[in-house]
């Protein structure tokens, strides 16, 4: 599985970004067999958990301070998985990763790093003050 992160970029704080997570998997696998997470790293800190999205798409899971201004989601068909993040702050500055958890229940979410198989090279975001 290979996972390339994009939608990145310099915005304003207040302004709006949409992640894309695409996924290249083997012809008889499907993306709806991971569950997927969005990450963050800011210079100087460790990767954090931001935002997780069920294998089905039922049950999504965020971190304190995004809830109400991130969304995540899911499209198997396209293979591809989105964070959709709104009112961006400056302390949302970070490069984001995407990763995929290959696991076996249809509405679990993990937060640890360690759970995730695969995972992006990361998209910058930046947000000026």
């Known amino acids: 599985v290979q996972l390339q992160a994009s939608g990145g970029g310099l915005v304003q704080a207040g302004d709006s970004l949409r992640l894309s997570c695409a996924a290249s998997?083997?012809?008889?696998?499907?993306?709806?067999?991971?569950?997927m997470g969005w990450f963050r790293q800011a210079p100087g800190k460790e990767r954090e958990f931001v935002a997780g999205?069920?294998?089905?798409?039922?049950?999504?899971v965020y971190e304190d301070s995004v809830k109400g201004r991130f969304t995540i989601s899911r499209d198997n068909a396209e293979k591809t998985s989105y964070l959709k993040m709104n009112s961006l702050k400056p302390e949302d500055s970070a490069v984001y990763y995407c990763?995929?958890?290959?696991?076996?229940?249809?509405?679990?979410?993990?937060?640890?790093?360690?759970?995730?198989?695969?995972w992006g090279q990361g998209t910058q975001v930046t947000v000026s003050s």
């Open positions: 999205i069920s294998r089905s798409g039922s049950n999504t």
């Open positions: 998997i083997g012809a008889f696998s499907a993306l709806s067999t991971y569950a």
């Open positions: 990763a995929a958890d290959r696991t076996f229940s249809s509405v679990g979410v993990q937060r640890r790093i360690g759970e995730y198989d695969y």
